[in-house]
């Protein structure tokens, strides 16, 4: 059994945290890193009788992607490595080419993919996510997203608690070379007065909810593996604890979600057709349970330290066909394989 990984050099130790599982469990890993394509791999795929084997070459040896026997697509770079002192213009020109390639190689596979990419891209969408957790009876917070500043104000007036921004994209804007990433932010009076910028740009606007622990929920098949924080005991991660990630990185507990938030968050994930998720969900000082968001490809490999969630494992399972799994492939699983040996 072989697991093709998709993923870029610089991506953390979760990669080799799973390819070690995937051993141990009597398989193979096989990493393609595709910041390294087209400029340090090769891939030829091939279509049609005696036209030869499909391969992907890397620094780590070949692959006839016929063995191919599930992938874990986790992260692209496509084209990083291409030389700076390409023509703009045919730079990205290379960029998409390759990713056009490389996203042609996941879609003839006719194996299980954790996740299919065309899944990957539904259940990334904020809004859609946020219906579908209301339609599968999670509770989720007041929400509108828009760049009417009029709007955004009648709405942070039905928000008694307080409103905060953030975006829908994950992203950081560099000043003087430095990364800043975007964090979610409390407004206070003096933003809603001055919101001429969102003409420019929309925002989504939430409820603020008072927060006792900020739960990390990460589903790997039919498993969920539930850790905690107190976000209100670091100053400066009160309303994102990601701003004091380091610091309370070694705080994280482990927990556990109420049966009827539990079976939501896998009907949820049910209907977003994924296999892997990491989910962020409040705790209430009365106990609610309020859905935020999925990332399809969130991080978890801190959660692997501390409090010791055995995530790599449960996603080597799911990958080799050890544990339960999804089928949101399943409508392709009939049809032979398009790779030739």
């Known amino acids: 059994m072989t ?3 998709i993923t870029h050099s610089e991506d953390n130790e979760c990669i080799d945290r799973v390819a070690a599982a995937i051993a141990r469990l009597g398989g193979r890993a096989f990493r393609f890193d595709t910041d390294a394509f087209p400029a340090g791999a090769r891939l030829s795929l091939s279509s049609g009788a005696g036209a030869g084997r499909s391969t992907l070459t890397t620094r780590d040896g070949a692959l006839d992607l016929g063995d191919v026997t599930a992938v874990w697509y986790r992260r ?3 084209g990083a490595r291409l030389p700076s002192s390409m023509d703009p213009q045919l730079r990205s020109a290379s960029v998409h080419e390759a990713k056009q390639t490389a996203e042609g190689m996941l ?4 194996v299980p993919q954790v996740d299919p990419l065309p899944a990957v891209r539904f259940a990334s969408n904020k809004q859609v996510q946020l219906d579908i957790a209301r339609e599968v009876g999670l509770d989720t917070p007041r929400t509108l997203t828009t760049n009417d500043e009029d709007a955004a104000r009648a709405f942070a007036a039905t928000c008694p608690g307080g409103v905060i921004a953030k975006m829908l994209s994950s992203f950081a804007v560099y000043r003087d070379g430095e990364e800043q990433v975007v964090f979610t932010n409390a407004l206070e009076a003096k933003d809603l007065a001055d919101m001429r910028g969102l003409s420019l740009c929309p925002m989504t606007f939430q409820e603020n909810i008072p927060k006792a622990r900020e739960l990390r929920v990460t589903v790997v ?3 969920v593996f539930t850790a905690s924080v107190d976000s209100q005991a670091a100053p400066g991660a009160e309303v994102d604890w990601r701003r004091q990630g380091l610091e309370l990185i070694d705080a994280w507990r482990k927990d556990t979600l109420p049966p009827d938030v539990e079976t939501g968050v896998l009907r949820l994930m049910d209907q977003l057709g994924l296999n892997y ?14 859905f935020l968001e999925v990332n399809p490809s969130g991080e978890f490999f801190w959660l692997e330290r501390n409090p010791g969630l055995p995530i790599s494992e449960a ?3 799911v990958l080799l066909g ?3 799994r999804r089928g949101s492939w399943s409508a392709f699983l009939h049809t032979p394989a398009t790779h030739p040996r």
């Open 322 to 324: 050890k544990a339960p």
């Open 76 to 78: 692209v770079a496509y």
């Open 221 to 223: 098949g039919e498993r």
């Open 277 to 290: 998720g990491a989910i962020d969900i409040l705790r209430t000082p009365d106990g609610r349970h309020v």
């Open 3 to 5: 697991v093709l990984i």
């Open 315 to 317: 996603l080597a399972e």
């Open 107 to 110: 879609a003839a596979f006719r």
